[in-house]
């Protein structure tokens, strides 16, 4: 009821569940302990966030939370479009500094598993967009970080003009992988 697919980074997970429409619409078991421990990911989700992002170009993170608060998350788009991008931010890590970018969609059900040890973030492409993401770890503040986005280095391509996009001030104010905390080895 479930496919998992490895990304150019294969700790983080493409998640599409099954969904079963009808002429009075659909459904779909969006997350199943059971599912997911059978498909090999035993995580053990603690809270629900949802975001709504009214304006196209919404920028949301890149965000991590460090140990003992380290989060895994499962990402998914209940309507609208976004890019969803995970930085791998393990120093050890092959992959370190490398990141991967998937579209998420209410139509294409694709959900993005954003393991501990990578800064996550969106940018919307359709206008009110909302996001529900699960977490493995409680928001703490004090262990609450981030990444620039716009960081040369990381070379993501945000599908939209960095003049044009809308973030927090908070976000503007990330530092450059280069410069940032070091934290999952």
Not at 33 to 42: P, Q, S
Not at 59 to 69: A, E, K, V, W
Not at 73 to 82: A, D, N, P, Q, S
Request: overall charge negative; some cysteine; glycine content about 6%.
């Amino acid at each position: 009821m479930l496919s998992v697919e490895d990304t150019a980074i294969p700790a983080v997970k493409i998640v599409t569940p099954k969904k079963f429409g009808d002429h009075r619409g659909f459904f779909s078991e969006t997350w199943s302990r059971k599912a997911f421990t059978d498909a090999g990911l035993d995580l053990d989700f603690v809270q629900d966030n949802q975001s709504l992002s009214a304006p196209v170009g919404t920028l949301r993170g890149l965000h991590f939370q460090s140990p003992p608060f380290a989060q895994d998350k499962l990402v998914r788009v209940t309507r609208g479009r976004i890019l969803d991008v995970a930085v791998d931010i393990r120093s050890s890590s092959p992959t370190f500094g490398k990141h991967v970018a998937v579209e998420l969609s209410a139509e294409n059900w694709k959900q993005l598993l954003v393991p501990v040890g990578f800064a996550h973030g969106f940018v919307t492409l359709e206008p009110d967009t909302e996001v529900i993401y699960k977490v493995t770890a409680p928001y703490a503040p004090q262990n609450d970080h981030g990444l620039a986005f716009d960081d040369p280095a990381l070379g993501i391509d945000w599908r939209l003009p960095l003049s044009g996009l809308t973030l927090s001030d908070k976000d503007r104010k990330h530092p450059r992988l280069a410069e940032m905390l070091r934290c999952f080895d």
